[in-house]
């Protein structure tokens, strides 16, 4: 009986200058017609990560006609990156230094990766799109609604009301502690937003209005911990992705293994959405780790102010997606799970988000995963992490 041994296929290099990409015969395989490939990241800031994404990326686009990259990054944000790739001024630094969830611009390789699809677009006539596809900070959906719409009076009100502040933390308790009128004049300015963008026709006016509440309503879920059942942040991304199709031809889409796997844990993720609402379902592809020096979270379930940052060293436990794919004794390698047999896949019960175990049932959740056995942070990511979760 075949093992995961027997069918890993090594891949040669995550330097995504290199284009000899016969070691992605495999993966060619799996993609075939899809339009969706989703790609995961087992904890974000990784360098490796984002080279793998980068690599598959121009993969993608040179060989199988790609025409898009969405990821894990606010929507209104994300504009202003696709803006420059298409020739914008100033540099990749420049609009990069707002985001709030994921540290996209701030580390070389992801840099790299937006200045490669610049100059991509530059040399071919501009066919290349970046899509941030997350929420954001509400004010800041606000404003680019606002600004692709006629004027009202309480525009200002609602643009006070919106400005949360930044960072989880920050956002969690400014929202949680706003009195009870405030926050109910936030709701009716938000919901009078998304009439008013509606009528006013413009499409990226509506995704941000809805990008706004979506910000309001993601916080409160997580501050109640899902308590509806209801996940406002990936219903937000699912609806982005299906508004991204329309325009696209096939897409690429990069985030955190816990948003693009296909299994429920504990309320339903992007990658669950995406299985049930679109036509042809994504294929997805997940990572696992097994060595290096990755970024912790730890008090997530604390009062924001006691959630802390630091750096230790990855330790897969045994049952875990990441020791198993560990044992295959190679650096890096890709496994379509469809050739691993069941009773191999019951051996890994959990995969590392970060550092720590979440229950995982690997067939249903990825068709396929690569390995990377020695990782590392950026440092700038960690700089990032603590701007994003600590900040108020």
Same mark, same amino acid.
């Given at each position: 009986?075949?093992?995961?041994?027997?069918?890993?296929?090594?891949?040669?290099?995550?330097?995504?200058?290199?284009?000899?990409?016969?070691?992605?015969?495999?993966?060619?395989?799996?993609?075939?017609?899809?339009?969706?490939?989703?790609?995961?990241?087992?904890?974000?800031?990784?360098g490796?990560?984002?080279?793998?994404?980068?690599?598959?990326?121009?993969?993608?686009?040179?060989?199988?006609g790609?025409?898009?990259?969405?990821?894990?990054?606010?929507? #209104?944000?994300?504009?202003?990156?696709?803006?420059?790739?298409?020739?914008?001024?100033?540099?990749?630094? #420049?609009?990069?230094?707002?985001?709030?969830?994921?540290?996209l611009?701030?580390?070389?390789?992801?840099?790299?990766?937006l200045?490669?699809?610049?100059?991509?677009?530059a040399?071919?006539?501009?066919?290349?799109?970046?899509?941030?596809? #997350?929420?954001?900070?509400?004010?800041?959906?606000?404003?680019?609604?606002?600004?692709?719409?006629?004027?009202?009076?309480? #525009?200002?009100?609602?643009?006070?009301?919106?400005?949360?502040?930044?960072?989880?933390?920050?956002?969690?308790?400014?929202?949680m502690?706003?009195?009870?009128?405030?926050?109910?004049r936030?709701d009716?300015?938000?919901?009078?937003?998304?009439?008013?963008?509606?009528?006013?026709?413009?499409?990226?006016?509506?995704?941000?209005?809805?990008?706004?509440?979506?910000?309001?309503?993601?916080?409160?879920?997580?501050?109640?911990?899902?308590?509806?059942?209801?996940?406002?942040?990936?219903?937000?991304?699912?609806?982005?992705?299906?508004?991204?199709?329309?325009r696209?031809?096939?897409?690429?889409?990069?985030?955190?293994?816990?948003?693009?796997?296909?299994?429920?844990?504990?309320?339903?993720?992007?990658?669950?959405?995406?299985?049930?609402?679109?036509?042809?379902?994504?294929?997805?592809?997940?990572?696992?780790?097994?060595?290096?020096?990755?970024?912790?979270?730890?008090?997530?379930?604390?009062?924001?102010?006691?959630?802390?940052?630091?750096?230790?060293?990855?330790?897969?436990?045994?049952?875990?997606?990441?020791?198993?794919?560990s044992?295959?004794?190679?650096?890096?390698?890709?496994?379509?799970?469809?050739?691993?047999?069941?009773?191999?896949?019951?051996e890994?019960?959990?995969?590392?988000?970060?550092?720590?175990?979440?229950?995982?049932?690997?067939?249903?959740?990825?068709?396929?995963?690569?390995?990377?056995?020695?990782?590392?942070?950026?440092?700038?990511?960690?700089?990032?992490?603590?701007?994003?979760?600590?900040?108020?």
């Amino acid at each position: 009986m075949a093992n995961i041994k027997d069918v890993a296929a090594p891949l040669r290099t995550l330097n995504p200058d290199d284009e000899n990409w016969s070691d992605f015969a495999p993966i060619r395989e799996l993609i075939g017609n899809a339009r969706v490939v989703s790609v995961g990241e087992s904890a974000h800031g990784v360098g490796e990560f984002f080279n793998l994404r980068q690599r598959l990326f121009r993969f993608l686009v040179k060989e199988l006609g790609f025409t898009a990259y969405c990821t894990e990054f606010p929507f #209104d944000e994300g504009m202003r990156i696709n803006e420059w790739i298409h020739g914008g001024p100033g540099t990749v630094n #420049d609009v990069t230094d707002h985001g709030k969830h994921v540290s996209l611009g701030e580390g070389r390789e992801a840099g790299a990766h937006l200045e490669w699809m610049r100059s991509w677009n530059a040399k071919n006539g501009n066919r290349l799109n970046f899509y941030g596809l #997350d929420v954001g900070s509400p004010v800041g959906m606000v404003r680019q609604c606002l600004a692709r719409i006629p004027a009202k009076p309480g #525009d200002a009100e609602l643009l006070k009301l919106a400005d949360l502040g930044e960072g989880f933390t920050g956002v969690i308790a400014k929202l949680m502690g706003m009195p009870e009128p405030d926050r109910a004049r936030l709701d009716q300015g938000l919901a009078d937003l998304v009439n008013r963008a509606k009528a006013s026709g413009n499409d990226v006016a509506v995704r941000c209005a809805v990008g706004a509440i979506a910000s309001v309503h993601s916080v409160s879920d997580r501050a109640t911990n899902f308590a509806d059942g209801n996940n406002r942040r990936e219903e937000y991304m699912a609806d982005n992705v299906a508004w991204v199709l329309q325009r696209e031809r096939r897409i690429m889409i990069g985030g955190h293994n816990t948003h693009v796997r296909r299994d429920t844990i504990p309320v339903p993720a992007l990658g669950t959405l995406l299985q049930a609402q679109l036509p042809e379902p994504p294929v997805v592809i997940g990572t696992s780790y097994g060595a290096g020096s990755i970024w912790r979270i730890d008090n997530m379930t604390a009062p924001p102010n006691e959630w802390t940052i630091s750096v230790q060293e990855l330790k897969p436990p045994a049952g875990t997606l990441d020791a198993v794919m560990s044992t295959v004794g190679l650096p890096l390698h890709f496994v379509d799970l469809h050739r691993v047999p069941d009773q191999q896949l019951a051996e890994a019960t959990s995969m590392l988000v970060f550092h720590d175990p979440w229950p995982v049932n690997v067939r249903e959740a990825f068709d396929a995963v690569i390995h990377v056995q020695n990782a590392r942070n950026t440092d700038e990511s960690v700089a990032g992490a603590r701007k994003t979760f600590i900040a108020g």
